[in-house]
């Protein structure tokens, strides 16, 4: 097996790793513990720093840019897919395992909650962070994903050993 193709698995594993643990607790959440039958916003505390809260987002990643009506649902759906096709090519040339890593998260991320998207229309998200007055966005595991994989992806960019300049 060739660094490519290895790299290239990597990456493949992980964005069905980061798809189907999105889509197993978005199931637990929705299903299991009928989170869809709560009254959005509505909170349940676990932690003194942590809740789970029922929040149907129209936006991308982390509430980020709301999409308001069907126009707005119709473009970052195309804007989605076109996406995963276009990091998906990208995917099929890496040989560096942080950049397919990196990749298969993003594209794992983003295939779970356009998946929320298509079937309700809003992306379910649960987890929610905050300490004394600094609240942080209600998230879901596909926003997880998709922030590593960007981490990753920028590592591979700025800080892999062949970026750095030699000292002379």
């Not at 999105?22 to 009254?39: N, V, W």
């Not at 003194?48 to 119709?74: E, I, K």
Request: charged share 10%.
């Amino acid at each position: 097996m060739t660094t490519r193709n290895s790299a290239r698995d990597l990456g493949f594993l992980a964005a069905i790793a980061a798809l189907v643990l999105d889509q197993a607790t978005k199931l637990l959440f929705l299903y299991g513990l009928h989170f869809r039958e709560m009254t959005p916003g509505s909170a349940v505390p676990v932690l003194s720093f942590f809740n789970l809260v029922m929040v149907w987002n129209r936006g991308v990643s982390y509430g980020l840019f709301p999409a308001h009506g069907p126009w707005g649902t119709a473009v970052l759906t195309l804007f989605s897919i076109g996406a995963v096709i276009g990091l998906g090519l990208w995917l099929l040339k890496a040989h560096r395992w942080p950049l397919a890593i990196g990749l298969g998260l993003v594209i794992g991320g983003a295939i779970g909650n356009l998946i929320d998207r298509l079937i309700y229309g809003r992306v379910a998200d649960f987890f929610h962070f905050y300490f004394r007055t600094y609240d942080w966005y209600v998230f879901n595991v596909a926003d997880c994903a998709i922030t590593i994989g960007v981490g990753a992806l920028l590592y591979d960019a700025l800080l892999r050993p062949e970026n750095k300049q030699v000292q002379g």
